[in-house]
């Protein structure tokens, strides 16, 4: 099992900038992709940005240039920064872990297993 703890949610104005964590812990060793997602309310559950064991990164169209995915050491913590934020960008983020390759993981194949509480993130315009 692993377990996913969210941190860094809140308000912020429109153009503002956030960062979100992540801490995992218990059989991380397992994961290969950990990802960020997000939902709004009425709206379907979105994946924001993935990152893999060897580095490489995924981001959805809609945060390409604004958003970054990082992490400090190996898996563990995860971060988004999140720039020029918009209205648009306001919902819940949920840090989630998969254990297939990128590719399956991105394309929903492999589904994400393990996931966060969700922290909220606010923009106002």
């Known amino acids: 099992q692993v377990q996913l703890v969210e941190s860094g949610g809140g308000l912020v104005q429109a153009g503002g900038s956030l960062r979100l964590s992540c801490t995992a812990s218990?059989?991380?060793?397992?994961?290969?992709?950990m990802g960020w997602y997000r939902q709004a309310p009425g709206k379907e559950r979105e994946l924001v940005a993935a990152?893999?064991?060897?580095?490489?990164?995924y981001y959805a169209d809609s945060v390409k240039g604004r958003f970054t995915i990082s992490r400090d050491n190996a898996k563990n913590p995860l971060y988004l920064q999140m720039n020029s934020l918009k209205a648009e960008d306001t919902a819940m983020y949920y840090c989630?872990?998969?254990?297939?390759?990128?590719?399956?993981?991105?394309?929903?194949?492999?589904?994400?297993?393990?996931w966060g509480q969700g922290t909220q993130v606010t923009v106002s315009s």
């Open positions: 218990g059989s991380i060793f397992s994961i290969n992709v």
């Open positions: 989630a872990a998969c254990r297939g390759v990128q590719a399956m993981c991105v394309r929903g194949i492999y589904e994400f297993d393990y």
């Open positions: 990152i893999s064991s060897f580095g490489g990164t």
